[in-house]
Structure formats: C-alpha cells, structure tokens
C-alpha cells in the first residue's frame, strides 16, 4: 500500500470530492488521487523512500496541505486532513435531509386596517432538502403545505382566509414551493430562486436564506436548522379580495411577510416516535 489519508470538514463529515495532488521536494507531481464516497484516499502503488507534500483541494473549501514521509515501505500514512469551508462556515454534509414539521414553523405576517399585523401560520406541512456534495448551489429544496391549516387564532378571520375569496382551500389544497437554483449572498445566507404555487397560480419567488448550524440530536439522528423570508404580494397569486373600510383602508394589507424556521433531520425520512 502506497499512500492513505481520510478527507474531513471540521464537523467530522466526509469530503467525497476532495482532489489529493502529492509533490516530491523538487516539486514536481508524483501522485494525483480523489477521493471516494467516504473522503478516504488509497494508492496500492508503493513510494521511493523521502519527503513529500501533500496538497489537498476541493470546490468550496480552502486549499490544505501536509507533509507526508516515505519509509523503505514506500507507504505514507498522511491520517486525516481537514479542510476548512470557504468564509469559515460549515455546511450540512450532502445528502438527503426530511423537514420536521414539529419543530418547524411556517409562519406570515400581513397588515390589518393599516395599523397593526395580522400573524399567522399553517400547521401541516412537509418538506426535503437535497445538499449537493460538489457545488452548495445546486442544492434542492421542496416543500407542501395544506393550505386548510392556516392559523391566525381567530376563527371567523381564518373560515374567511380559507374561502374564495383568498386562500380556495376546497378548489387549491396544497402550497408548493420547488427551487431552481440558490445564489451565495454570504459565507452562511443564500438567495433560494423558486416557483411557489398557490391558489392555482405559479409564480418566481426568492427566499432569503440562513443557515443556522448542525448538531446532534437526543435520539441518535443529525439536525440542520435554517431561517428564511420572503415577501409575497397576493394579487400576484390571483387573490384580490380587498373589502374597504372607512377612510378608505384595506381591511388586510395586501403584502405578506414570509418567516420560516425549518429544522429538518438528515435523511429522506423523519425517525419514529
């Protein structure tokens, strides 16, 4: 066995696309190697006996590199090396991740009578994440929501929300949201490019995006957690009731603020129990 080493963020995980480029002490390219799906690296053909270096790079983190010493053997056990994420911040390892709607909210916030908000939220929903492993933006997202289960803790507002004359439960069931792409906008925020539709309408809309850490969970799994917002006008979603009231003021405002906060569980499916 010639040369072995395991590729590593900081967090532990596994850097499957890692390129390993091995120089002797003139410079010169003796080895070049990837990586596989476990961020190990294997040569079976030995080394001649001396100092090298070890170079290793990967797209979105910064370069790393290590000496490595040859023995008789022709083996060189470099061990771990660690690759630190471009602008510091670790990502979730790639790879399917299921939303946990109970520790989840998807929430909005609109006018009322031109003087105060109005929130809300919808109780049933489900959602995954695809992390790519080789380029963060071309990550996917997906997520439904039953539109029936909007909740503003007033009944009446809510019997009218699901109505005709905004949200047509009965006729438009689901809110989807699919992504087409992201956009960095910071070592830990992203500009989520999407369709969202909603009451029979499909329109772009972008989510502000930002990562808030991964950790360990108290039954055994991984969890990442996220923030997002968006702003949404509803006439562009074909909901234009607009009862007016004295002075001329809407009685909802027509412009909805979006917050998400997203737990979701590596995996594509969430844990028993």
Do not use: C
């Not at 797209?59 to 771990?80: F, H, L, M």
Request: hydrophobic share 40%; charged share 20%; proline share 5%.
């Amino acid at each position: 066995m010639g040369l072995t080493a395991r590729i590593r963020t900081r967090d532990g995980w596994a850097v499957s696309h890692a390129v390993v480029t091995v120089t002797d002490m003139t410079g010169a390219q003796v080895l070049r190697l990837e990586a596989d799906a476990e961020g190990a690296v294997r040569d079976a053909n030995p080394l001649a006996p001396g100092a090298y270096t070890v170079i290793v790079t990967a797209v979105g983190y910064a370069p790393a590199a290590a000496s490595a010493i040859v023995t008789a053997s022709g083996r060189a056990e470099v061990g771990t090396v660690t690759l630190a994420r471009q602008g510091g911040t670790e990502l979730p390892p790639p790879g399917p991740w299921t939303v946990d709607p109970a520790h989840s909210t998807v929430a909005a916030v609109a006018q009322h009578l031109g003087i105060s908000s109005v929130h809300g939220r919808f109780t049933h929903f489900s959602g995954s994440i695809e992390i790519a492993p080789d380029d963060i933006t071309k990550s996917r997202v997906e997520a439904v929501i039953r539109a029936d289960s909007i909740d503003t803790g007033n009944g009446m507002r809510d019997d009218h929300l699901k109505s005709a004359d905004f949200l047509d439960v009965e006729k438009y069931p689901e809110i989807t949201y699919r992504s087409t792409g992201l956009t960095a906008a910071g070592s830990d925020r992203w500009t989520v490019h999407g369709e969202l539709g909603m009451h029979g309408v499909v329109r772009p809309v972008d989510l502000d995006l930002a990562y808030l850490g991964t950790g360990a969970d108290p039954w055994g799994g991984t969890r990442a957690a996220f923030r997002a917002t968006a702003e949404l006008h509803r006439d562009d979603f074909a909901m234009n009731y607009n009862q007016v009231v004295q002075a001329g003021i809407a009685a909802i405002g027509t412009t909805l603020k979006v917050e998400l906060d997203v737990q979701a569980v590596q995996g594509e499916s969430l844990p028993l129990g």
